[in-house]
């Protein structure tokens, strides 16, 4: 169903959203959405499900076109910039490198100067989400 939601924004669907369309289904991202395609057309509708999903897919290679763009640029923050912030290596650096990672496909991060800082950011908020309470 992921596919047939995302064809629902057409247009308005993300960067983001399409970021973790193409993390969580990888080499079948577009498999999915010639299935999900199928579906829609085959599906009695008004035929603005089956334009979503072409709007989707486009939209999709686009990103990827960007994406790759992107990466041909490494990454703009590693682990050792974790360390170097004091933080101990443990499961979490995961958690924010991915975030980071995902930032920088989005664009919403351009440089390591500016990834330096929402870096910090990106730490207290998984930090803090990960503190037990005190009650």
Do not use: C, W
Not at 4 to 12: C, D, K, S, Y
Not at 36 to 52: E, K, N, T
Not at 79 to 98: Q, S, T
């Amino acid at each position: 169903m992921y596919p047939h939601l995302l064809a629902r924004e057409g247009e308005r669907v993300t960067d983001r959203a399409l970021f973790r369309y193409l993390r969580k289904t990888g080499e079948l991202a577009f498999p999915l959405i010639l299935f999900a395609y199928a579906d829609a057309f085959a599906s009695p509708s008004d035929g603005r499900g089956v334009l979503g999903h072409v709007t989707f897919a486009r939209k999709l290679a686009q990103f990827i076109e960007k994406k790759r763009e992107r990466a041909a640029k490494k990454r703009l923050v590693t682990g050792d910039d974790l360390i170097a912030l004091g933080l101990k290596p443990g499961p979490i650096f995961k958690v924010i490198l991915e975030e980071m990672e995902e930032l920088q496909a989005i664009g919403q991060v351009t440089d390591r100067q500016e990834a330096l800082q929402v870096l910090r950011d990106v730490m207290k908020k998984h930090l803090n989400s990960r503190a037990p309470s005190g009650s």
